[in-house]
């Protein structure tokens, strides 16, 4: 049996590690045009944040993808490879004079090991700005930049094999195989023709900080979070742009926002600034569809695409579902 997985960011990586693991003998094949640090998932801080927008086809859908992710990467992290597949626990702080609703996240309240408001004093004293609002929780980072060469050799090491191709039509390339799992991320939007899919552009800047130990959010999308190699100042959403330069005024906001928030960030040297599209869709869009390549032979596709600015958070329980769609539409028990 022949699959092809779409794609290597995160949910790529991922779904074909998966794949790989429950379907011993099939020949699996990861095809794509860039790899590791060349991907938008390799833009992301990581941290296991789900938010208010990331949504499946229904509650109880997205529900299980995210406890699925939760303790996907809880087991890589308390594994005895937790640093070496560049998963770790982090705490921090998020801060809002807005709203507390900004400070609450129904699904991580549930799922992690520690999620309470923040005291008076760190309320007030924390920062130069007081706030309202503010929680203290434990969360994991997954860094890709580590996490995806890791998972490239565990899917070498199961057997998997590797493409750098660019795919122009998924139904060409279904001739070759009896499954594709297509996690283009943005690229699904001409690959499929699926307008719902929208980047939304964010710029990040990578600082030597290894003094700043917990993460901190705040307003106008401000957020200092430390990771393996590098401290990650954000950020921006801009919906709709396909801008990827480096925008220095955007920059120049984020260190000031990020400094006056932290202080202690100002001697902290830039290692580099990066932009990454975020694939957003609503909703994230995993499932099977039957086509037709170009001599009438069916392709049968499983989409796995469209994460938005929850794609590391949410990788590993929508590559969970998409093994048991692939299962499915190979045993001709899917429903369409
Ligand atoms: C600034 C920023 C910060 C973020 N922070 C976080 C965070 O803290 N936590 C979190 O959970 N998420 C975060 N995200 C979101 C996260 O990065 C994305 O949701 C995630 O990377 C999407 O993964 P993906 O594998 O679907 O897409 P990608 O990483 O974009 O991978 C798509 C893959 O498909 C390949 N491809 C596309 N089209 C073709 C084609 N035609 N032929 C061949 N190959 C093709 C690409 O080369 C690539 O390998 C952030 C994003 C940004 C931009």
Redesign the pocket.
Known sequence: MNIAV???????VTTAVELKKRFRNANITL?????EE????S???????PGGDFTGPNRDVTRKWIEDSWWYWKELQESRNGAECGVTELSGYMFSNRSEKVVRNAHLEKLVPMYRSATEEELSNLTPQKWKFGSFYTTLLIDNTIYLPWAMKNFRQLGGEILH????NLQRLGSNYDVIVN?????AQ??CNDDALVPVR???IKVDAPWIKTFFYADTETYI?PGFKSVTL??CRELGSYNLDVDKYTALGIRERCENLVPSLKPASTIKT?V????YRKPVRVECEITRSLNGKPVKLVHN?G?????????PGTALHSVQLVREVLSGNSKL
Not at 38 to 41: A, E, G, L
Not at 307 to 315: C, E, I, M, R, S
Request: hydrophobic share 40%.
């Open positions: 779409a794609g290597a960011g995160v949910v790529g095809i794509s045009d860039a790899f060349d991907t938008t998932s833009v992301a801080a990581g941290i296991f944040r191709e660019h795919i122009t996690c283009t991320g943005l690229g001409t690959l964010g710029q990040v979070i954000g950020g990066l990454g599209l975020r694939p695409y994460h938005g600015g929850y794609g590391v958070t949410a990788a």
